[in-house]
């Protein structure tokens, strides 16, 4: 049973990412885990794994602004099955870093109206930027960036972001 090939990870948005691979299986498994470290990665407990996959699959609910794994394994039948791919890291976009530095400061509300009045940042995330998820990038999310960093609406799914991602994992 061969192990699938080119696996990838397309598509990532703040809570969802497009787990892809290429094989000839009668069916799949898929496992993703939040990456803490390579240790914990060889724990089999902590993988969370989906059974009869296809290829594209769609990882959902999962963290803003977090670290994931994820790895396939070809399922040829009762009892044949392939080794496990490469795991494979992303991370899910973090909602308000529109700047792009890994966390949520003053300066992503900076560089979003300056995307509104039509002077954009060389780096500018327009997903991460959409904080309300109304489709534009507004003063309204400008706004809701100054809120969580000055401490407003700490009950956001985005105020732990303030924490920037390499301090969060310490």
Known sequence: CAVPTD???SDITDNSAVVSWQGEAAGYTLQFM???????????TAWTTVSDV?????????????????????VCGANSESDW?????????LMGDANGNGGIDIGDAV???NYVVGQPNTTFNAIAADLNHNGQIDVGDAVMVVNIVVGVNKDTPYAPAMIRKEDRNK
């Open 7 to 9: 696996l990838s990870v």
């Open 34 to 44: 939040r990456y803490v470290d390579d240790a914990t990665m060889q724990n089999e």
């Open 54 to 74: 296809t290829s594209p699959y769609t990882l959902n609910e999962l963290e803003s602004g977090a670290p994931y794994v994820t790895r396939v394994k070809a």
């Open 85 to 93: 791919t490469e795991a494979v890291q992303f991370t899910t976009i």
């Open 111 to 113: 560089c979003i109206v």
